[in-house]
């Protein structure tokens, strides 16, 4: 059984900067972070191979956002730059222990309980 805690989210003003951490405890393979508005279905923000050599992005975030793996602490981050009111949501971690793909919410089987990220103008 994997277990994803989250942390980092908070309130900051458009163009600022946030990072947020996940830590797993158990085996994983992808990880990614995935994010829900009021209102809105949950979408896919960003994800990492296993080992940390292959990143993967959704288009609203590729060079505003970016994901990192400390595989030693088995911790993920996501570090968001120039963050835009449609950034907030709820961010929520992700895990999978087996294939799949990166981008659907379906392939992941351990989530983390989600931290609030909002982004005033």
């Known amino acids: 059984q994997v277990q994803l805690v989250e942390s980092g989210g908070g309130l900051v003003q458009a163009g600022g900067s946030l990072r947020l951490s996940c830590a797993a405890s158990?085996?994983?393979?992808?990880m990614g972070w995935f994010r829900q508005a009021p209102g809105k279905e949950r979408e896919f923000v960003a994800a990492i191979s296993r080992i940390g050599t292959t990143t993967y992005y959704a288009d609203s975030v590729k060079g505003r956002f970016t994901i990192s793996k400390d595989n030693a602490k088995n911790t993920v981050y996501l570090q968001m730059n120039s963050l835009k009111p449609e950034d907030t949501a709820v961010y929520y971690c992700?895990?999978?222990?087996?294939?799949?793909?990166?981008?659907?919410?379906?392939?992941?089987?351990?989530w983390g309980q989600g931290t609030q990220v909002t982004v005033s103008s």
């Open positions: 992700a895990a999978s222990s087996g294939g799949g793909s990166y981008y659907l919410r379906a392939d992941y089987a351990y």
């Open positions: 158990g085996r994983t393979f992808r």
